[in-house]
């Protein structure tokens, strides 16, 4: 061992989170008492990594040496009664009985108690084959556990590689405002991560690296796009049209179909007068060009949201001017780590200090999980339901960091200022959004665009702005879900016929009446708006719907549909939920909502309750035969 081998661990235990070392000690019985000597210290309020005393540091130091020396010491059995004060010990709170159970399964310290992995002896060649349509987090994710199970599969994919969104988004500053260490698998978790908030090609390559660990690229159909699908009675099955590319339309069979395809998949173009006729590059930030040329050019960016708040600030550099033409300010937070590369400390204990990065992982799930979900309900007032104290404490928070950052810009501070309540709207991150605003050569427009010149954009004042360069920056037809793919259920029942357009309902967000042996993920509803992780839900929906193919492959049966009474109770305590969320406040405009007015994308569940519903799943709320 050289000198460096010997000093190196010495030095990465002192940078590490001590309180988490602790944590991953007593895990595995090691930490020969000091998790209570430590308590006190872990639990004050808003500790730091500094709280813990120099003397119980230097016992915390050769405790991790002596438990690196034995590293297949197991972990303590789910039933120890000391797991419940190590979960306290790491979050720094009491943390309710009922969270128990889904923290320490998806943070991997646990294995999961209510889920059969592997079925595949008992089902045997019997299994159906099912069609998954789209290679991105969802489709990926569903794979995974369709092959614990035994159930063959196949993916198409219409791009030429995988990723979805990750694959779509390109746009300069591309990156997700969710921690890195939750925005992954509980069965792939990443030591990693370069970056507390990783950036799309990190995110890509994470993506591939987990297509690769789990075989599936055998199963990929790159450059293959569905174009259509439609049940077969008779045969009790899907009948799914495939365009290569090649102009030549191929139909192929499946058993089952699951759409991962979402509803962040097709751009939202704004119906702008003469945007046609715009003589320079127009780009959506989903469609980015790989030859598009920004340098020493006039930007315009229509739109303030999540991906304008990440590509205004990277283009303002290197552009000679950019104008920001924005319809209403956003709410932003601030999270100290999200331009931060991972500490040396933490990298270091991620990969080598065996379940620290499962603590890590736990303790970002409290934290950033159902914790502001009293924000987002808002209660009884004298004039009827209004924002709840924990919303009007967040206004405070957030209107005091933005009038911080623009304390010597009364002008911008007035244009930046939100007038509804915190969450009612998607919240991004500050990517330096407020720093962009001040620049020399950046301009807020806070009026409408009227319509586009070939050579510029005119606002509602009649004012132009000459422009070399648009990027729309208007989300997606969220609303819209599957509007893309005909998809024909039972009797021929189109499904935008059955969602009416732009108003999508579905049991669980995952089961559609009518359309038998067909399962939707990131369907309707089940956007999260408050907290916790996207790829959470996923693993929530394909657990499910790899239980539920599992449950209809064991009984023989060959057809499966939720029953309509079980959906239509569902959508009916889910939207009456709903009409107590912020989103539904009066005046308030989203693109969570469809054109009546109902919230059709987000979620009202608190992530304990959405777990829970999809922990199991239950043959009697299905129709089989």
Known sequence: MTIIDQVLPHRQIDLADPFLLIASLASRGADKGLLDEAMPYALRANRTRDDLPAHLCGVLHLRVLEHMAQPDVPPLLPADPKWRR???????????????????????????RHYQPDLSPAIGNGAPHVAIIGAGLSGIGVAVYLKKAGIPFTIYEKNEGPGGTWYDNRYPGCGVDTSSHIYSYSFALNPQWKRYFSKQPELLTYIEDCIDRFDLRPH???????????????????????????????????????????????????????????????????????????????????????????????LAPSVSKLTVFQRSPQWLSSRPLYHQPVKEGDGWAYANVPDYLKWYRLTLFWQFGDRLYPALMMEAGPNGLRPSPQNDGLRELFTAYIKDKLADRPDLLEKSLPDYPPMAKRIPIDFGW????????????????????????????????????????????????????????????????????DDPHAYLGLTVPGFPNFFVMYGPNTNLGHGGSVIFQIECQARYIASAISHLALSKSREI?????????????????????????????????????????????????????????????????
């Open 434 to 501: 407020y720093e962009m605003l001040k620049r020399d050569n950046v301009e807020l427009v806070d009026e409408g665009v009227s319509h586009i010149e070939p050579d510029a954009v005119v606002t509602t004042s009649g004012t132009r702005h000459p422009v070399d360069v648009i990027v729309l920056a208007t989300g997606f037809k969220a609303t819209r879900m599957l509007h893309n793919v005909p998809i024909s259920g039972r009797d021929g029942l189109d499904l935008q016929t059955a969602w009416a357009g």
């Open 220 to 314: 990929i159909r790159f450059g293959s796009a569905v174009s259509a699908a439609s049940y077969d009675a008779a045969r009790r099955g899907w009948r799914l049209t495939i365009d290569s590319g090649s102009g030549k339309m191929v139909d192929e069979d499946a058993d089952i179909v699951v759409s991962a395809l979402g509803q962040l998949n097709v751009p939202s173009l704004p119906d702008i007068k003469g945007l046609d006729s715009f003589a320079g590059d127009v780009a959506h930030t989903a469609r980015w060009p790989s030859d598009l040329a920004v340098e020493n050019k006039r930007i315009a960016i229509i739109g303030s949201g999540a991906s304008a708040v990440q590509a205004g600030p990277t």
């Open 561 to 625: 549909e939720v029953r309509r009474e079980v959906c239509d109770a569902y959508n009916g305590e889910l939207d009456a939920l709903l009409t107590r969320t912020v989103w539904s406040a009066p005046g308030v405009n989203n693109w969570f909502k469809n054109s009546r007015g109902r919230i059709a994308t987000n979620s009202p569940w608190r992530l304990v309750d959405y777990w829970q519903r999809t922990r199991r799943f239950d043959p009697a709320d299905y129709k089989m035969a």
């Open 86 to 112: 190590i979960i306290d010990f790491a979050t720094g709170v009491a943390v309710p009985d009922e969270y128990v159970d889904m923290l320490m399964e998806e943070s991997a310290l646990w294995p999961r």
